[in-house]
């Protein structure tokens, strides 16, 4: 099904160490390390390093396919978030630490601290990117007060004045479109991409094998018509998310992750609910593991932005003609972001 090593690798790890009662014992709290670790020692948390620092130096089209099979298994660590940050870190000349990375952005509390109303996969992260208004932080999990977000792994995080006064802000020279919503809504786009096509193939093969009056229910006119519609979703989603990481770097363009995280935020709503309507009611059950994708298709549809904010970024770009697109069809202007990849800053 693929044809690059580095996806190929990524399923086979994936689908021995990723698997579905693995991610329900990390979701109830038990240990990631062995996980994370397997990860770790395959190389992929370093795969968007510079070479000359110890990376594999590849682009985002690169590790496109190693995002969605991160997706497909709904896999319960920030791997994408730690490759993003430690790319941005080497990019600034930083060390970095051992273990999962989240990214978030931050607003002040007040009283000289920091405050993330949601962080993705934050209860799996050692460290967390964090920028501010005053620069970028990289801070521990540890020292934050956790609040319950959404999702079980994800987390609400308070880091008070006195554990910031140990970890000031760094200095990032980062590109423009290096911003943490971008970076986020990125590796997001790629995930969703993975996970919908994990759903969709799902409710496939229960709708070849559920059987009502005598035949599967995938015979039904009524299901057949859900299905295609999951199908037309789920691959639009997917060549929207290859044009987010459609790039020469590490570093995305901002208006094809506009696209992007915009087209597949909107099919993680309409294959959700198309997935649980054809399964039923036993698709909501928690011995099942469609939930395990679906919850997390509802949690990566808002990280990063949801289809809203980012439709609004492309059609500002679009309406307000900042120079892509004025003067041009709105199919014109399109064409123009699949034309060649995104370049990268020196």
């Known amino acids: 099904m693929h044809d690059d090593l580095l996806t190929d690798a990524a399923e086979a790890l994936l689908r021995d160490h990723c698997t579905p009662d693995a991610v329900r014992a990390i979701e109830a709290g038990g240990d990631a390390i062995a996980l994370w670790q397997a990860l770790d020692d395959a190389g992929f948390a370093d795969a968007l390093v510079p070479e000359a620092q110890g990376g594999a130096g590849l682009a985002l089209p690169e590790v496109f396919g190693l995002w969605a099979a991160a997706g497909a298994h709904a896999l319960p660590l920030p791997l994408g978030t730690t490759m993003l940050a430690r790319a941005l870190l080497a990019w600034a000349g930083h060390a970095w630490p051992a273990g999962p990375i989240a990214l978030a952005e931050a607003l002040p509390d007040g009283e000289g601290g920091l405050r993330c109303a949601s962080v993705a996969l934050a209860r799996t992260a050692a460290q967390v990117l964090v920028q501010a208004p ?58 969703l991409a993975g996970g919908l096509m994990t759903v969709f193939t799902r409710t496939l093969a229960h709708a070849n094998e559920r059987q009502q009056f005598g035949r599967p229910i995938g015979k039904f006119q009524a299901i057949q018509h859900q299905l295609a519609v999951m199908s037309e ?47 039923g009611a036993i698709g909501f ?53 699949t034309d060649q990849p995104a370049a990268q800053p020196a």
């Open 233 to 279: 979703q789920v691959f639009a989603a997917r060549m929207a998310a290859q044009l987010g990481c459609a790039a020469t770097g590490p570093w995305p363009d901002r208006l094809r992750v506009a696209v992007a995280k915009a087209r597949c935020s909107q099919a993680a709503l309409a294959v959700a609910e198309a997935g649980h309507a054809i399964h």
């Open 134 to 191: 005053d620069g970028w932080r990289l801070l521990p999990t540890r020292t934050a007060t956790l609040t319950d977000a959404a999702l079980g792994l994800d987390a609400g995080l308070h880091w008070p004045a006195d554990a910031l006064a140990v970890a000031p802000p760094l200095a990032v020279d980062a590109p423009a479109s290096a911003d943490a919503r971008t970076l986020l809504a990125t590796q997001a786009a790629a995930h």
């Open 285 to 337: 059950t928690a011995e099942f593991d469609l939930q395990l994708h679906t919850r997390r298709l509802h949690a990566w549809r808002q990280c990063g932005g949801a289809e809203s904010y980012w439709w609004g970024v492309a059609g500002a770009a679009l309406v307000d003609g900042d120079g892509a697109a004025e003067g041009r069809a709105t199919l014109d202007w399109l064409r123009t972001l």
